[in-house]
């Protein structure tokens, strides 16, 4: 197991964060339940990615 988690730094390699640019996120929640199907939820959701940019 340790062996695994020591290549998820190679996944980074190279990446760098563009302000201003502009980027897709993909989200699975536990046991897929379509809690975004709510529009509140997908609306707060969004309000707080924006609050953290």
């Given at each position: 197991?340790?062996?695994?988690?020591?290549?998820?730094?190679?996944?980074?390699?190279?990446?760098?964060?563009?302000?201003?640019?502009?980027?897709?996120?993909?989200?699975?929640?536990?046991?897929?339940e379509?809690?975004?199907?709510?529009?509140?939820?997908?609306?707060?959701?969004?309000?707080?990615?924006?609050?953290?940019?």
């Open positions: 197991m340790a062996q695994e988690n020591m290549h998820g730094c190679d996944l980074r390699k190279g990446r760098m964060s563009i302000p201003g640019q502009v980027y897709s996120i993909t989200l699975v929640t536990r046991n897929r379509p809690f975004f199907r709510d529009f509140r939820l997908a609306r707060t959701l969004i309000g707080i990615f924006r609050e953290h940019e």
